[in-house]
Antibody
Framework: QITLKESGPTLVKPTQTLTLTCTFSGFSLSTSAVGVGWIRQPPGKAPEWLALIYWNDDKRYSPYLKTRLTITKDTSKNQVVLTMTNMDPVDTATYYC?????????????WGQGTLVTVSS | EIVLTQSPGTLSLSPGERATLSCRASQSVSSSFLAWYQQKPGQAPRLLMSGASSRATGIPDRFSGSGSGTDFTLTITRLEPEDFAIYYCQLYGTSPRFTFGPGTKVDV
C-alpha cells in the first residue's frame, strides 16, 4: 500500500522560505520511472501542480513558479523536500505530495493527506 | 497553454439521479492525457479515471468517462450519498505540466 504524508510549518511569514517534507512508503524513488510531485490547493480553489522529481533526479517545475521552487529527494529516507522562497499571502494553500507510478501514468495516485500552510505576518 | 473549463460549476441533484459533468480543453488533446479526480471536504483528491475512460482501482462501475479531442465527460449513473463531492479534470502536458480544471461541485 502506497502512502504519503506531508509535514512542515503551518504558518510562515511573508518573504520567508517554506520547506515541506513528503515522507512516503510502499514504493521506492530508486525504481525506474517513479516520480513524486507536489500540488497545492488554495482554499476553495482548484489544485495547482508545482513540481515533480523522478527516480533519476530529473526535476520539473511549474513554469509560473520555477524561480521560487526547489525539489530534492533523499532516497534512503523515502523523502522528497520542496522549498518555496519569498512566500506571500497568496501562497496560502493546502500542499499535497503525490505518487506518479510511471512515465506513461499521466496522473497522480495516490495523494498525501495534505498540509495547510498559511502565510501571514 | 491549454486551458480546461468544467461545466456546470455546480450540479444540484438527488441520490439516485444521473450526473453528467463536462470538461473542455481549449485545444485538442489526447484522451490518454485526461484524468478525473473526486474530492470530498477535508480530503485529498482521489483518482477516479485515467486515460479519460479507465476507472482507477476500487472505483465503482457507476462512474464512467468518455470523450475525445476537446470534450470529455464524467458520468455517474446513479448518485450515491458518498458521491456528493467536487470533481476535477486534469490534463497532462509537455515538459511535463499538469493542469487542473476549476471543478464541478455535485451537491444535493
Amino acid at each position: 500500500q502506497i502512502t504519503l504524508k506531508e509535514s512542515g510549518p503551518t504558518l510562515v511569514k511573508p518573504t520567508q522560505t517554506l520547506t515541506l517534507t513528503c515522507t512516503f512508503s510502499g514504493f521506492s524513488l530508486s525504481t525506474s520511472a517513479v516520480g513524486v510531485g507536489w500540488i497545492r490547493q488554495p482554499p476553495g480553489k482548484a489544485p495547482e501542480w508545482l513540481a515533480l522529481i523522478y527516480w533519476n533526479d530529473d526535476k520539473r517545475y511549474s513554469p509560473y513558479l520555477k524561480t521560487r521552487l526547489t525539489i530534492t529527494k533523499d532516497t534512503s529516507k523515502n523523502q522528497v523536500v520542496l522549498t518555496m522562497t519569498n512566500m506571500d499571502p497568496v501562497d496560502t494553500a493546502t500542499y499535497y505530495c503525490a505518487h506518479r507510478r510511471d512515465y506513461s501514468d499521466y496522473w497522480f495516485d495516490p495523494w498525501g493527506q495534505g498540509t495547510l500552510v498559511t502565510v501571514s505576518s | 497553454e491549454i486551458v480546461l473549463t468544467q461545466s456546470p460549476g455546480t450540479l444540484s441533484l438527488s441520490p439516485g439521479e444521473r450526473a453528467t459533468l463536462s470538461c473542455r480543453a481549449s485545444q485538442s488533446v489526447s484522451s490518454s492525457f485526461l484524468a478525473w479526480y473526486q474530492q470530498k471536504p477535508g480530503q485529498a483528491p482521489r483518482l477516479l479515471m485515467s486515460g479519460a475512460s479507465s476507472r482507477a482501482t476500487g472505483i465503482p462501475d457507476r462512474f464512467s468517462g468518455s470523450g475525445s479531442g476537446t470534450d470529455f465527460t464524467l458520468t455517474i449513473t446513479r448518485l450515491e450519498p458518498e458521491d456528493f463531492a467536487i470533481y476535477y479534470c486534469q490534463l497532462y502536458g509537455t515538459s511535463p505540466r499538469f493542469t487542473f480544471g476549476p471543478g464541478t461541485k455535485v451537491d444535493v
